[in-house]
């Protein structure tokens, strides 16, 4: 049935963020073992994780554009079931928007330290630790969340034997 699959633009940019954020994740990962020009890596991310931003402000937009569009929801089990979806998605979209800002300040504060003398000092020096744990926490907790999103979409296919796969494929 036509009607149920969600519109275009969402399925265009529900995939294209899977396919940013997979290479993001390899180069983020990669990054750390390689000694390989490391700043090419680090503006490689900052311009696939800024897309990735720009691309959830033009989703939630496009959402919202679209909202008469929208194919009815899945069949949840139970209330419990439907808000913790509710919420992962609210985090997804959270995450997907500020994750690539904390990358960009880490980004900066890292070049403020390695041009500015005064950036030895040991309280320069913390901040530059922190945002790196701060972004580090803040990439897990996105991809613990993509996960367990991606566990509740096999978990409904196996249980109801309903493919909603088919509702974010043109
Ligand atoms: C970076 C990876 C991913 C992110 C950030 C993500 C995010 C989201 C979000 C926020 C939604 C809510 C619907 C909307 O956008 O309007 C959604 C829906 C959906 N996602 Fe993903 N997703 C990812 C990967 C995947 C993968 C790998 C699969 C395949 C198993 C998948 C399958 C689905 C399906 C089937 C829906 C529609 C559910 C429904 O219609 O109720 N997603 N995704």
Redesign the pocket.
């Known amino acids: 049935m036509g009607v149920n699959k969600?519109p275009v633009s969402?399925i265009l940019i529900?995939w294209l963020?899977?396919v940013f954020?997979t290479i993001g994740l390899f180069f983020y990962f990669y990054e750390k073992h390689s000694k390989f020009n490391q700043q090419l890596f680090y503006r490689l991310e900052i311009v696939i994780g800024l897309s990735i931003s720009i691309l959830t402000i033009v989703?939630i937009i496009s959402?919202i554009l679209t909202a008469n569009r929208r194919?009815p929801?899945?069949k949840y089990f139970n209330s419990t079931h439907k808000k913790t979806i509710k919420i992962i998605?609210y985090l997804?979209?959270l995450f997907?928007l500020f994750t690539p800002l904390i990358g960009l300040t880490t980004y900066y504060q890292l070049l403020s330290l390695s041009n500015d003398f005064i950036g030895m000092q040991p309280d320069r020096f913390q901040l530059d630790q922190t945002l790196f744990v701060i972004q580090f926490g803040a990439i897990l907790f996105l991809l613990s969340l993509?996960i367990i999103?991606?566990g509740f979409?096999?978990h409904y296919i196996v249980k109801t034997k309903d493919n909603?796969?088919k509702?974010?494929f043109f």
Request: aromatic share 16%; net charge positive; proline share 4%.
């Open positions: 969600h969402v529900h963020t899977f954020f989703r959402k194919p929801s899945i998605y997804i979209y997907l993509i999103h991606i979409v096999i909603i796969l509702r974010m």
